[in-house]
């Protein structure tokens, strides 16, 4: 039982990737496979969790909803693609400062879903952050501090005018300060 | 420089997490790699007729299959760790995979190997299982009854063990003027770590070194386990917990799977990756709770408690977890009167086997279990004697001058002032308002409820003399290596094994004000079994009471012989010279000084070293506590209830805890605010459920409910520091907190809702629909 292959192409964090991949793949497994993004995560097999969200031309996704070949040519930024140790972009910079992650496993997703939720409401207020972050699941910070990260982080964004549409979503931020 | 502990200092692990560049299980890509599956048995109890594997390894990919058969006498069964003494423990023998009788669903039958992930899961499918079904049972009540069906043949009644201890006198309990009785269940949940559980394991034939990286809170454990069960020398053997996506108690088990792909590896000499699917962790991962507990509570019309008397009936799952016995034994059974001085206690357990999965420690690990009896039972005792539940716990308290006291079952809390959150968290919710608002409310037909927690703790196990003697296989002390390289820049080694809490930086905390040093000079190695000495683990709140303990002594020798060379090179007495901020100082004489840099510089050369001394800066030490510690706390609830939807409106929740000296007041919150969450989620959201066969019917994320940001509100917490006796940090534990207290403060609050209705109890998850049921019931709309 050989399946033919299929070429899928993106612009992944704003760079050309491109591998040949089974029809069935998942895109969060063509993410983390193919193309080494493992920042992008896996935490259930029902389409619940969100730890696997991503960026699909501008849109939340969860990227274990998806085939990899749906996902063909378009534009997708995961984790990698938001800011760097040296440069965390506005929504890392405020999840650290604000304690928002502790095992680190549902962030990349829960950080993609609170861009998403701030390009539709840049102001969001406590009560919209909990209904908007319906889509993500954290097992271990009670989620407070994961609201007051994108409450900052909302403030921050509006402050400094960062383009949330932008491939690479660089902001300020320094590491230490 | 500033003082590092106490502060809110942001975490050094967050950098890697925040961009993607953890290394999580299932991030590592070994050359060569497989894939692996388990079949598990679809069946809750059943004889394996037969297993049909060819077209499975006919399937291309397909490298190898195995099945319980296949590796009889090759892989020892998996063993418990914890042999409760006097209790007449039966431990079944747990094979890896089942050989001919499956007792659960989830018992493993098939292991397939195959050259993806993808293919492995296509082949697992063709392996055919024949099962002859038996009878089940899942109900640990109904297991123990005459005529039930037997999962192991030897063990009568299904029971695994009966444990008691304490006596109360007669007359007791007879004479007393009140006593009141209520029979509690805490049902089933799972920990579920958002990552699930993992293992690689890569072999080399050339040295016959086999590596196991799982998803381990305590790798050494692993490592001592496994290494019996694969039979390979512990010297050969390295265990790595990567980076894990929380563990919650989950991740304590040494399980089948480790075992199975431990053995794969090195049997096929090819590396073998193992991640479980979340469908497939909630069958198969060790479960949390399930305890029947019935107590009666003893006492007098003004309040004065005398004697509790508690049963607890444990479902244990169809074998014997790592910690399976413990947990509702000693660690339930120890600490049943709670934050209050009663005299007299008697615990009893039965532990029970089911076809259901393994049950093990989950957060708090019979703490939670233990607090909610206490509490809800001190509710409804005050309402009997129609006193306010809050002075009839204060009535009761623990004095602050009685510590350290000993609690009738003999275990001595090290130190505690119970009214101090208590009255905090009074103010804070305005107490006396919030009654009188309450009273109003209820006059307009609403439903409105306070519920309390008054709870206290035992965690930080422990001294290795007292986890010996109750049956524990293992030593409970900790170590710590501080390791000065020649630049002044520090790597630390220690046997605990944080997976979320944010021992990277809390520990650096503690070396960065020991040695004066920058927190970006340390580095920490936990969790890897060739680097770091022989450890115990993440678990029971034991990291920083025991662990920073270790880390803080190890700190203190580096600075002793550093202080031996300084004065060495300045040519004064050891006594001349004074450590601080970093500068190792010849009192009285400005300027006279080394750094800790010049020092370590100095050490590693060894050029010029005081007589006798051996070189390097580098310092080891093996703490061993002397008694457990024991934080507490006051937790409120408020709630409004929906007669027409049922639904409970969580509108408040204040916690004030006391774990001793707080380290990092910022990660301490967070942990306070996880297991708040967990806690509030048992009693409100979650609930593991199995039907009569034995099939579980919450087994995925749609029908097992994690909860979500918007079931919360603020959580309002704070903190009183009771510093520890026991350890020189004064710390205590804070993991575990809030899941001890949080359950029973949810409930007490629904109850008080309900109160109106006379109900003393109801079964958790307190679901909208049960509460809907039970409000139309009581106003006569059924
Ligand atoms: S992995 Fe859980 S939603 Fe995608
Ligand atoms: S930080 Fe662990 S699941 Fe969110």
Redo the contacts with the bound molecule.
Sequence with gaps: MTVEKKRVSVTANGQACSAEVEPRKLL?HYLRDDLGLTGT????????????SVMVDGDVV????MLAVQADHSEITTVEGLGTAAELHPMQQSFWEEHGLQCGYCTPGVMIAAIGLLKENPNPTEEEIREGLEGVICRCTGYQFIVSAVQKAATRIQETGVNLNSQRLVGEGTQND | MTKMVGSSVKRKEDARLLTGNGNFADDITLPGMLHASVVRSSSAHAKIKSIKVEEALNHPGVVAVYTGKDLEGKIGPIPTSWYVPGCNLKEPPQYPLAIDHVRYVGDGVALVIAEDRYTVKDAAELIEVEYEDLPAVVNQKEAMEEGAPLLHEDIENNIALNWKAGEIPEGIMENAEVVVKESFYVQRVFPSPLETRAAIGQYNPGSGELTLWCSSQNPHIHRMVLSEVLGISEAKFQVIAPDMGGGFGGKIGVYPDEALIGYAARDLERPVKWIEERSEHYVAANAGRDEYIDVELAGKKDGTLEAIRVKNTANLGAYLSTMGAGVSTIDFGMMVTGSYDIPYAESETFGVYTNTTPTDAYRGAGKPESTYQIERIIDLFAREIKMDPVELRRKNFIKKEAFPYQNAHGLVYDSGDYEKPLNKALEAINYEELRREQEKKRKEGKLIGIGFSTYVEMCGFGPSEVVGAVGFQGGTWENSTVRVHPSGKVTVFCGTSPHGQGHDTTFSQVVADKLGIPIEDIEFVFSDTKSVSMGWGTYGSRSTAVGGAAVSFASDRVVEKAKKIAAHELEVSENDIEFENGKFQVKGVPGKERTFQDIAHSANMAWNLPEGMEPSLEAQYFFKPENFVFPFGTHVAVVEIDKDTGEIDLQRYVSVDDVGTVINPLTAEGQVHGGIAQGVGQALWEGAVYNKNGQLVSGTLMDYTLPKARFFPHIESDFTETPSPVNPLGAKGVGEVGTTASIACAMNAVVDALSVYGITDLEMPLTPEKIWKTVQEKEGNQ
Excluded: P
């Design positions: 969060v995560h896996v935490g259930c097999d029902t389409s619940q969790c969100g730890a696997c969860k990227s274990c909803t």
